[in-house]
Nanobody, 124 residues
């Protein structure tokens, strides 16, 4: 199995940027498709972005396309989410997750391992 720990959250003004990191330990990080999800107060957890094992392919939810960038460094066992032009509606707890397999997936139930989350708050 793999253990995931997110960091990099915080409070930022609208229009600002944050970079989230997700450090992985345990089983080989490069064996997993990785994803970012978020959950706002009173809402269900939603998909944000996903990246293939080698990092060549990515997919984003429409609301973050052009503003967020998912990437990974398999040598450092770390997943990233660069978030630019942040909006108040991006406020949520952000989770990284790992899925065994080869295909990109937006379905939370297909991810076997989850981090504890990091809070992102965007003020208007």
């Amino acid at each position: 199995q793999v253990q995931l720990v997110e960091s990099g959250g915080g409070l930022v003004q609208a229009g600002g940027s944050l970079r989230l990191s997700c450090a992985a330990s345990g089983r080989t990080f490069s064996s997993y498709v990785m994803g970012w999800f978020r959950q706002a107060p009173g809402k269900e957890r939603e998909f944000v972005a996903t990246i293939k094992r080698g990092g060549a392919s990515t997919y984003y939810t429409d609301s973050v396309k052009g503003r967020f960038t998912i990437s990974r460094d398999n040598a450092k066992n770390t997943l990233y989410l660069q978030m630019d032009i942040l909006k108040p509606e991006d406020t949520a707890v952000y989770y990284c997750a790992a899925a065994l397999g080869f295909s990109l997936t937006t379905e939370a139930r297909q991810y076997e391992y989850w981090g504890q989350g990091t809070q992102v708050t965007v003020s208007s």
